[in-house]
């Protein structure tokens, strides 16, 4: 059975509203018995944090409250959050992207509204704070409509004092005083030509069906119409933008240099064009060729735990920029919710499709990961041969790697590079056609574009990094 959608309620903004929300969020849920409700949780810390009568308001503290009660909905699984405070969506932008859940925006749920059922309508009414009403948050909000406001006689002493005074909603009372209040505004904003009243208060609604006596235009429940949105956005996704997690530190070297292939194959105008990325660096992961070849510590759960971080940080996919690595990704895989990029398949990908008549693959890699036989697997699947170098090659191979002069070390890249270059050659009189570095230290040694002994060169850490990108810039474009 799929789990049941999870909505989370950030109450406390004020208490009242977001009772009135959480009381609405249930009737808009299609049940017919008890157990067809979706969960529901509402997280409540009030605080004072109030417009002053002059609209003057400073919002970080609202900010750190939303963030940190939405960011604690993320561990107990909710998907879609809710916030019944208008104040908020001012900042909405901000917090979005940095957060899991799906926060939905009372404002798409006012537009899709009015739209479909108040579609003739220019003029719209709005009761609100002087803050709303300072930067322009309707107006932005709703760009299709022309906003009224009550003039600020009507507004001061009517409308701030039915939500703020000392006998106001806020205060807890509900009564006849504060609803005549309310209504005068609402003459007030039909004075003035208003063909529809908007609440930008979520407090209005709780004394929504005494206002509505004796008004004749319609005045909208925006609670109801933010819940029932909530509950039709169940099935949507997030909107904010997707998250690439990297399993850095196996080794250092290669991970920076497999982040700057990203960034460098980023077509990018200004830093917010670039991936978003979260890097779990872990150097003390056991080795893993020590592992594959001399049965060293087994790194699978150390792995497994940097990819569990990962996910549990919002990543959406994961890379691993590790050639050897990619032997313990089968054991992985299936306890992650999200995929790991398998580098060593998009390589072979690559090569069939660049490379069709080439069928000897030459392969630089660690020791562990020719005994692994991964590679070998791969491309034997795509028909095509796997070949290594001769013993005394492969420890130029490794020499070049973990040697007192390799990249692990203290890397002489001069020596290095004739190194390889030697070993590329070997390659190349048994028959290879093409060669792979299959491993991403060898990169910083020899450039997949440098001129080599005739053959073609695979960077499979670039060839993953492209594969990034095309997945991850302008996802949500």
Same mark, same amino acid.
């Given at each position: 059975?799929?789990?049941?959608?999870?909505?989370?309620?950030?109450?406390?903004?004020?208490?009242?509203?977001?009772?009135?929300?959480?009381?609405?969020?249930?009737?808009? $849920?299609?049940?017919?018995?008890?157990?067809?409700?979706?969960?529901?949780?509402?997280?409540?810390?009030?605080?004072?944090?109030?417009?002053?009568?002059?609209?003057?308001?400073?919002?970080?503290?609202?900010?750190?409250?939303?963030?940190?009660?939405?960011?604690?909905?993320?561990?107990?699984?909710?998907?879609?959050?809710?916030?019944?405070?208008?104040?908020?969506?001012?900042?909405?932008?901000?917090?979005?992207?940095?957060?899991?859940?799906?926060?939905?925006?009372?404002?798409?749920?006012?537009?899709?509204?009015?739209? $479909?059922?108040?579609?003739?309508?220019?003029?719209?009414?709005?009761?609100?704070?002087?803050?709303?009403?300072?930067?322009?948050?309707?107006?932005?909000?709703?760009?299709?409509?022309?906003?009224?406001?009550?003039?600020?006689?009507?507004?001061?002493?009517?409308?701030?004092?039915?939500?703020?005074?000392?006998?106001?909603?806020?205060?807890?009372?509900?009564?006849?005083?504060?609803?005549?209040?309310?209504?005068?505004?609402?003459?007030?904003?039909?004075?003035?030509?208003?063909?529809?009243?908007?609440?930008?208060?979520?407090?209005?609604?709780?004394?929504?069906?005494?206002?509505?006596?004796?008004?004749?235009?319609?005045?909208?429940?925006?609670?109801?119409?933010?819940?029932?949105?909530?509950?039709?956005?169940?099935?949507?996704?997030?909107?904010?933008?997707?998250?690439?997690?990297?399993?850095?530190?196996?080794?250092?070297?290669?991970?920076?240099?497999?982040?700057?292939?990203?960034?460098?194959?980023?077509?990018?105008?200004?830093?917010?064009?670039?991936?978003?990325?979260?890097?779990?660096?872990?150097?003390?992961?056991?080795?893993?060729?020590?592992?594959?070849?001399?049965?060293?510590?087994?790194?699978?759960?150390?792995?497994?735990?940097?990819?569990?971080?990962?996910?549990?940080?919002?990543?959406?996919?994961?890379?691993?920029?590790?050639?050897?690595?990619?032997?313990?990704?089968?054991?992985?895989?299936?306890?992650?919710?999200?995929?790991?990029?398998?580098?060593?398949?998009?390589?072979?990908?690559?090569?069939?499709?660049?490379?069709?008549?080439?069928?000897?693959?030459?392969?630089?890699? $660690?020791?562990?990961?020719?005994?692994?036989?991964?590679?070998?697997?791969?491309?034997?699947?795509?028909?095509?041969?796997?070949?290594?170098?001769?013993?005394?090659?492969?420890?130029?191979?490794?020499?070049?790697?973990?040697?007192?002069?390799?990249?692990?070390?203290?890397?002489?890249?001069?020596?290095?590079?004739?190194?390889?270059?030697?070993?590329?050659?070997?390659?190349?009189?048994?028959?290879?056609?093409?060669?792979?570095?299959?491993?991403?230290?060898?990169?910083?040694?020899?450039?997949?574009?440098?001129?080599?002994?005739?053959?073609?060169?695979?960077?499979?850490?670039?060839?993953?990094?492209?594969?990034?990108?095309?997945?991850?810039?302008?996802?949500?474009?």
């Amino acid at each position: 059975m799929a789990r049941k959608t999870c909505f989370g309620i950030v109450g406390g903004l004020g208490p009242l509203a977001g009772a009135d929300l959480f009381q609405k969020l249930i009737r808009a $849920t299609p049940a017919r018995r008890d157990g067809d409700h979706f969960d529901i949780i509402i997280e409540q810390h009030p605080f004072e944090d109030c417009c002053a009568p002059d609209g003057s308001f400073e919002p970080r503290k609202r900010k750190f409250y939303v963030y940190n009660t939405i960011k604690a909905f993320e561990d107990r699984n909710v998907d879609i959050a809710l916030i019944g405070c208008f104040l908020s969506h001012s900042f909405l932008a901000e917090i979005a992207p940095e957060l899991r859940p799906r926060i939905v925006s009372i404002f798409d749920a006012l537009a899709g509204h009015l739209q $479909t059922d108040y579609p003739k309508v220019v003029k719209l009414g709005v009761l609100t704070s002087g803050y709303s009403r300072r930067v322009r948050l309707f107006e932005k909000g709703l760009p299709e409509h022309r906003i009224l406001y009550p003039d600020d006689a009507r507004h001061n002493a009517d409308l701030s004092e039915a939500i703020y005074g000392p006998e106001g909603i806020k205060a807890g009372n509900l009564g006849s005083g504060v609803v005549e209040m309310i209504r005068r505004a609402c003459r007030n904003l039909i004075a003035q030509g208003a063909e529809c009243i908007v609440p930008g208060f979520t407090e209005i609604p709780l004394v929504l069906d005494a206002v509505r006596t004796g008004i004749d235009l319609p005045v909208i429940d925006c609670n109801q119409v933010y819940a029932e949105y909530a509950v039709s956005c169940q099935s949507g996704s997030r909107m904010s933008p997707g998250k690439l997690g990297i399993v850095g530190g196996v080794g250092p070297a290669a991970t920076v240099d497999f982040i700057d292939k990203i960034i460098r194959r980023t077509a990018a105008c200004r830093d917010q064009d670039h991936i978003r990325m979260i890097v779990e660096h872990n150097p003390q992961i056991p080795d893993r060729t020590e592992n594959l070849v001399h049965g060293g510590i087994d790194p699978t759960i150390p792995l497994y735990s940097a990819c569990k971080k990962l996910e549990q940080a919002g990543a959406d996919a994961i890379a691993i920029p590790c050639n050897t690595a990619h032997a313990f990704i089968e054991r992985i895989q299936h306890h992650l919710a999200i995929p790991i990029l398998n580098m060593l398949e998009l390589t072979v990908e690559r090569i069939v499709r660049q490379h069709p008549h080439r069928k000897n693959i030459g392969l630089l890699a $660690t020791t562990g990961t020719v005994q692994s036989g991964i590679y070998r697997t791969v491309l034997e699947q795509a028909w095509l041969k796997c070949l290594v170098p001769e013993v005394k090659f492969q420890q130029m191979v490794m020499d070049v790697i973990y040697g007192p002069q390799g990249v692990k070390a203290a890397f002489d890249k001069e020596c290095c590079s004739r190194t390889l270059h030697c070993v590329i050659k070997h390659l190349q009189d048994m028959g290879g056609e093409l060669v792979v570095l299959g491993c991403t230290e060898l990169p910083l040694v020899v450039s997949a574009a440098a001129e080599s002994p005739s053959l073609p060169i695979f960077d499979p850490t670039e060839i993953l990094a492209e594969r990034c990108v095309e997945l991850f810039q302008h996802r949500d474009s």
